[in-house]
């Protein structure tokens, strides 16, 4: 009866580590189905305000041609490059996302320019996948862990995580100054679907965080001939290795303990724009250095300021 007993226990066991097998696998295939060319339509809708004077702002629609690359194809870690295509002859390095299996440390938005960075429990993250987002020139911008879920023929990750202000308000509007990110990836027929529910959040030191106002969004990425980004591919090849040492750069600064506090500018210029001329002057991993530890500065609303 008990060698029975133990059998059955190891059976059950042999079952959970197959299945949890073939659920990551299931992961792995989703995440990768977030790669190729595709056409992508961007829409963005204020549907709600607390304050009934708030002046709800205009609508924004738009367009784009855009390579999603993956560059580390590895058991426990899928890295995802996003190339814009420009009128078929100009390349954006765009965003890109990390996604990492079973991963504890994550970092997250505070606000003015800072990023928190913390260590989750492993029993909190078992099955999950960390999806870390990066601007276009390698530093932070928002990462949260979730459960990918396959049920009745779909396939997403849903998470919510704060974040800076997105590029087409980031210039625009001073009202706000956090977004709270909901976050859905779901892959489709003809692609994925990046569907945002957001708040638009005020906050301040030692108050609690006030909504100014809700957003709804929807990223339609449709997929297309691969030929239809062959230049972007082209383009990646030639800067790739620029690239890869701004990655083996910023890593070390992740690798730090406590808090990270960028500032908005250095000699007037921001950082993305620094990173255009190194790009150009094909820099190798110690100037990128450099440049990233002009812009490193203690938590405080005045430094973040820059310069």
């Given at each position: ?69 993956p ?7 899928i ?37 928190t ?40 990750w849903?998470?919510?995580?704060d ?12 009202d ?9 990836q ?6 994925w ?12 030191e ?18 297309i ?24 750069s ?13 500032l ?44």
């Amino acid at each position: 009866m008990k060698k029975s007993l133990l059998l059955s226990m190891a059976l059950m066991g042999v079952f959970t580590v197959l299945k949890a097998q073939e659920k990551k696998e299931l992961d792995r295939e989703a995440i990768m189905d977030m790669c190729g060319c595709y056409e992508i339509t961007f829409k963005y809708t204020e549907t709600f305000a607390p304050e009934i004077d708030y002046e709800k702002k205009l609508d924004y629609t738009a367009k784009a041609l855009e390579l999603a690359l993956p560059i580390i194809d590895e058991e426990n870690k899928i890295s995802i490059q996003h190339l814009l295509v420009i009128h078929d002859s100009t390349i954006i390095k765009h965003w890109r996302q990390d996604w990492l299996y079973e991963n504890q440390e994550v970092f997250h938005y505070d606000k003015d320019n800072n990023w928190t960075f913390s260590t989750l429990p492993a029993d909190a993250v078992k099955g999950q996948w960390t999806q870390k987002v990066y601007q276009v020139d390698d530093s932070p911008r928002y990462s949260g862990s979730a459960t990918w879920v396959h049920y009745d023929g779909k396939h997403y990750w849903e998470n919510t995580s704060d974040s800076p202000l997105p590029r087409r308000e980031y210039s625009k509007r001073s009202d706000y100054n956090v977004m709270k990110r909901g976050n859905r990836q779901e892959i489709t027929s003809y692609g994925w679907v990046h569907e945002q529910d957001n708040d638009k959040i005020i906050r301040e030191e030692g108050a609690e965080d006030v909504l100014l106002a809700q957003e709804k969004g929807m990223n339609i990425y449709t997929k297309i001939a691969d030929e239809k980004c062959k230049i972007a591919q082209e383009w990646w090849a030639q800067h790739k290795d620029f690239w890869a040492n701004a990655r083996a750069s910023w890593d070390k600064v992740y690798n730090r303990q406590g808090d990270l506090t960028l500032l908005k500018s250095v000699d007037k210029k921001p950082l993305f724009m620094h990173f255009y001329e190194l790009e150009k002057a094909n820099a190798k991993k110690k100037e990128i250095s450099k440049t990233i530890e002009k812009f490193i500065t203690e938590k405080t609303s005045k430094n973040a300021e820059g310069k």
